[in-house]
Each structure stands twice: as C-alpha cells, then as structure tokens.
C-alpha cells in the first residue's frame, strides 16, 4: 500500500507574521508537508484536517489586549504536538494560566539565549550540551509567568521565560524565530520538532511531489486535452515539464511573442520546450508582437498598460485556445504564496491581502476547467521539482520576470524602438553578471528605460539620447529587499558597454532604493 506524502502533515496557525511562509518552507526543507492556514479558521475544518502537530506563528498583536487573536480551542482538542513560535508562545502561556506582559526591553535583532541542557525539546543544542545560542528575536512582550505545569527552559537578560515546555502534553514555546537564518540551528529545532517530536518521516521530496504530481495530473484529467500558456518563465516552465511527463502529447503550449519579452526569448523557449525522449509537447508559438504594441500606443499610465498588456494576452490566448481541437482543461502555474495571498483567509475574518493574476479570471472566461499542479508548492520546491524533471539550471534559476515584460519597464510610452533599446541593455546587463558571477549571489536584476534624455558625448559627437536605469536587489521573500552592493567597477563596465554599443543611449544610473519604501520593480 502506497504512501501519502499529505499524511504526514503539520498546521501552521497564521497571526500575521511577516514570517509565517518561512516558517513552513523550513519545514518542508526537513521533508514534512505542512499548510498554513489563519488563526480563525472553523473547528470543524482544523479536526478534519488531521495534523500530527501544530505550530503557531507570530504575529504583531499582543495578548495583553482583550479583543487579540487568540489559539482556537480545536488546537487544543487535537491532542498533537504544538509549538508556539514569539506571539505563539505567548498566547498559549496566556490561555494555559501563565502572565505576559510589556517588557521594557523590547528585543529585535540578535540575541544570545541560555538553553538548559535537559530540555527535552531544546537540549539536542550544541550537541546535547546546551549553552548559548545566537536567535533572532522580535518581540516587545514577554512571558513573566508560564502556566504550572510549563518548565523554564531557555532564557535571555531581559526575558526570563525565553523558552517552556510541557512534557507531557507535548507543548513547547519559544520566544525567538527558529525560522529565521539569522538563528543557529534553526532548521534542526524545527526538524527537532517535525520528525522527532510529531512523529512524521520525511516523505516530502522532490521526487515523491512528482510522482503524487503525475499521479493526480492523470487521474484528473484523465485522456482529455490540456492548453497551457507557456512564458518561458520558472512557473510555467515546471508545469509544462510536469504535464508532459504525465499526459505526454495530451498538453499543447501557447507561447505568446508579445514584443516586451528578454532578449532571445522566443528562440529560447522553442529550443528548451522542442519535443525530445524526455519531452513531449506541442508547442504554438503566437507572433503578436503588432497587436500589442499598437494597443499599447499613447498610453503613459502603469496600470493602464498592465490591463492593456493583461487583456490582450487574453483574447490572443484564447482565440489560439480555441483552434485546438478537444481541449477541456486549462493549465496555470499557480503556486502556494499565490493561494495564501488571495485565498487562504477563505475560513474566516481575516483580511485578504491582495488577489493574484493567476488566481482565477480566465478560467470562467474560457469555459474551461482549471488544472493546477504547482498550487500546494513555494517557490523553492518548484525550482527543486524542475531540476529533478530534468529541466536546465540556467531557466530553473533564471530571475523573475513581470507578467507585463518591457511594458512596465519602458517609463511612460512604449514604442518598438524603446523595447529594443532596453532588450540590449537588459542583455547585457545579465550577460556581464554571469560573466562575473554575480547572477546567482542577486534575486533579480533587470535594466529600465527612463523617460527622459541627457547629453552625451560619443567619440567627438554630442548624443542626446536615453537614460538607461541598473536595478539588481538581494531578498528572501520579495517582501522586503535591498539593493545589492556590485563592485563598482562591474557597474562601470556594464555601464560603458550600454552606452558603446547602443546608439540611443547617453547616461546609466544605478538605483540604490530598498523596498520598503521603492518597489522592486519601477512602475
């Protein structure tokens, strides 16, 4: 009898903490499927759900407040492991009888921590020796009392109470973010707690996704036809290997050439997507590059664009769509933050943060049915599952890349002549950090076509021409990112090549914002 690798699974109790996904990406990092789903979901649902453990997040509220978000007694009702992370372990000492309260010293950044050396959730620290650990710490409250049948177990200089467990019922808190890198020995509290506390294998890895992947692929659609839009990107990518791997000539790809993509694009997807022993496709590629331009034409405004660029993506991929004769499903490359972000509030009064453009909208307009096989997957155990597919590295990691292309890189007015100008300067832009090795130390890295010209001087002619913007940044999450620090004279080489070889270039800037308060992207 076969496994299922969704049996072994853990809940994440969401608060709103801006670590909550790293939370259950490091877990999944050990091999345990675990979903994250809000503080308010019903008690019928948390039952059904059956997890092996529970971990509850952080979160910016404080217990101290009447009306604050608190554990749901169907936590408790589980009669599994739970482990309470900062906001977490507060509120499980608040309902279990013990006190917190503001401290005085609030603690954000780096702390050092004085674990006992007999905790049985902790102790494995330093080899079983216990002693100081390096945390990361992020709190204003403490615990000044843990309920009575809690043991101390950790503690700091201004928290006493950094760390309790209850034995015998399996409950464990702990005032830093194990999830966090800046923690040692974060991952094996976490795998501490995942494999050996809750019981659970380590089924999750990218060769068992795959063969649940393929297994549920064929089973759901069965002998039917699929249409996927391919865009050359890591998402879509995965899915196209991935049901080609289950449904082989079952599944036909529209490429769509809209005239914003990178440089070679196209050339790229065709030589990568070309059918092969281990790929077997059907691949449309749409030159469409004069429909959208010309409705692109005039039009300054960064959201009118992204509708204009969005919309005519759609009636071109449809209208390819619908020449494919017996196709009953559409295929999206949907991933979990994307579900989180627009959908994992379903259960109750949490806020929805934003909706996704690959969250519905186009399945209801093409009257097909939705098939998606990277919906329960972060980012990272995509790329993990492609390599495993047998994908290239350079297009598993390659950089993301907006929905809208060079649209909403070109500031203001997009012309034919501006997108090839930047397609140049973008090209060589990432040509020279391969050549340095710098690709793969920055997140994203991208060049922007500013709205403006400035004088230059080329051999002994005066150039009026653009201005071309660097953006490369580090991240972890997309959420908050800073610049990354390239060598000046990388910066200076790239820059003299962009002004050298195309003509309508005078000046490079390089942009050094952070997000927050920049975007990553300009418009």
């Not at 790329?383 to 907006?402: A, N, T």
């Not at 793969?440 to 500013?450: E, I, P, R």
């Amino acid at each position: 009898m076969s496994i299922d690798i969704h049996d072994q699974r853990l809940l994440i109790v969401d608060f709103g903490s801006q670590y909550t996904q790293l939370i259950a990406r490091r877990v999944r990092e050990v091999g345990v499927y675990c979903e994250i789903h809000p503080y308010d979901a019903p008690a019928a649902f948390i039952a059904e759900f059956r997890p092996r453990g529970v971990i509850l997040s952080g979160g910016p509220e404080t217990v101290t407040n009447t009306d604050t978000p608190r554990i749901p007694q169907a936590v408790f009702d589980l009669g599994v492991p739970i482990l309470g992370i900062c906001y977490g372990m507060q509120a499980m000492a608040e309902q279990l009888g013990g006190k917190v309260q503001a401290s005085d010293v609030h603690e954000f950044g780096h702390a050092l921590v004085e674990i006992e050396s007999d905790s049985e959730f902790l102790g494995m620290i330093n080899d079983g020796e216990g002693g100081e650990l390096s945390v990361w710490m992020s709190h204003g409250d403490k615990v000044v009392e843990a309920p009575s049948e809690f043991r101390v177990t950790a503690k700091t200089e201004s928290a006493p109470i950094a760390a309790m467990e209850w034995t015998s019922r399996r409950y464990f808190g702990v005032q830093f973010h194990p999830e966090v890198t800046h923690t040692q020995q974060g991952s094996d509290i976490l795998k501490r707690f995942a494999r050996d506390i809750c019981g659970c294998e380590g089924l999750w890895t990218a060769a068992s996704i795959v063969e649940d992947a393929i297994a549920k692929i064929r089973e759901t659609v069965g002998a039917e036809k699929v249409v996927l839009g391919l865009s050359g990107g890591v998402d879509s990518s995965v899915v196209a290997a991935l049901l080609s791997r289950a449904i082989g000539d079952q599944l036909t790809c529209v490429f769509v050439d809209n005239g914003l993509l990178r440089k070679n694009e196209r050339e790229e997807v065709e030589r990568n997507f070309a059918p092969t022993n281990a790929l077997s496709l059907n691949l449309v590629t749409v030159a469409a590059e004069d429909e959208f331009l010309d409705k692109l034409a005039g039009v300054e405004d960064p959201e009118a664009k992204r509708k204009i660029i969005g919309n005519t993506f759609i009636d071109v991929f449809d209208r390819e769509a619908h020449r494919i004769e017996g196709v009953s499903w559409l295929a999206q490359g949907t991933i979990y933050p994307d579900v989180i972000e627009s959908a994992a509030t379903q259960h109750g009064k949490a806020h929805v943060i934003k909706s996704h453009h690959n969250v519905g909208g186009l399945p209801k307009r093409m009257h097909l049915k939705l098939v998606e096989p990277l919906r329960e997957l972060f980012k990272d155990e995509v790329r993990k599952i492609g390599l495993h597919l047998g994908l290239p590295r350079e297009l598993v990691y390659r950089h993301p890349f907006p929905g809208p292309g060079l649209g909403v890189r070109i500031l203001g007015q997009v012309s034919r002549i501006q997108a090839d100008v930047l397609r140049e300067a973008d090209a060589i832009f990432l040509e020279e950090l391969k050549a340095a090795n710098l690709y793969d130390t920055v997140s994203q890295a991208f060049a922007v076509y500013l709205p403006v010209k400035s004088v230059g001087v080329v051999g002994d002619a005066r150039r009026y021409a653009d201005v071309i913007a660097l953006r490369a940044v580090e991240t972890v999450d997309f959420m908050t990112a800073r610049s990354a620090h390239l060598p000046y004279d990388f910066i200076e080489r790239v820059a003299n090549r962009i002004i050298n070889e195309i003509q309508g270039v005078s000046r490079v800037v390089y942009d050094v914002s952070s997000k927050p308060p920049a975007t990553i992207e300009w418009e």
